[in-house]
């Protein structure tokens, strides 16, 4: 008796373990197709710009073009997300959003917020240069997030397993709220020129 006791408690484990083993499995899937999603995004060069062609920290600009974090929302299919992002505050830090079908996406994604972060952080543009023509800071520019976006993909592909154990670790329940939170504060990216140093300081802001 105290044996069949014992194998029916072993089994109700076993069975309480297995829904944990296959949600980190599909986790672990939907965090290799976003590396996946991440890397085409690179690869295309193709981000968010002003109207002068620098690089610009919004989720989708002018022409259509979204940032990496946008195109990974709007490639899992989830446009009304990014849509409603656009209309309401484009410059949205996602790590300012802490609740709500957003949050839930994000929480869902199979990457960490602290990833999440990098991965917009990569439109991050913040150096000086030499006053130069405009088409070579806009390629300066723009190499500067390919190298971000390269960074940011050989980290998540390094903590992939770290990742998911973070997440694991804290199973995730939808959340009430709006898509963007309210008092969010806009972010103005902005080119500098100081003539009498002659330098050009370029801030794009994420």
Not at 12 to 28: F, G, I, S, T
Not at 171 to 197: D, F, N, S, W, Y
Request: with cysteine; glycine share 6%; net charge neutral.
């Amino acid at each position: 008796m105290k044996l069949f006791a014992l194998a029916l408690v072993v089994s109700a484990c076993a069975a309480r373990q297995a829904p944990k083993a296959a949600e980190v499995a599909d986790l672990a899937g939907r965090r290799a197709q976003m590396i996946q999603w991440l890397h085409e995004y690179k690869e295309a060069g193709v981000y968010p710009t002003d109207d002068a062609g620098m690089p610009l920290s919004v989720f989708r600009d002018a022409r259509g073009v979204r940032c990496p974090m946008a195109e990974l929302i709007h490639k899992s299919g989830r446009d009304d997300l990014v849509d409603a992002v656009v209309a309401q505050a484009n410059d949205l830090r996602l790590a300012d959003v802490h609740a709500g079908p957003l949050y839930d996406w994000m929480m869902e994604s199979g990457l960490t917020l602290p990833e999440i972060a990098m991965v917009q952080g990569a439109m991050n543009v913040d150096f000086y240069v030499p006053e130069q023509p405009r088409e070579i800071l806009q390629a300066s520019a723009r190499a500067e997030v390919r190298g971000h976006l390269a960074t940011a993909e050989v980290a998540l592909r390094d903590n992939t397993a770290a990742g998911l154990e973070r997440i694991a670790a804290a199973p995730h329940r939808p959340t009430a709220g709006p898509i963007v939170p309210g008092g969010i504060k806009p972010q103005v990216p902005r080119i500098v020129v100081l003539p009498a140093a002659r330098t050009v300081v370029m801030q794009v802001r994420n």
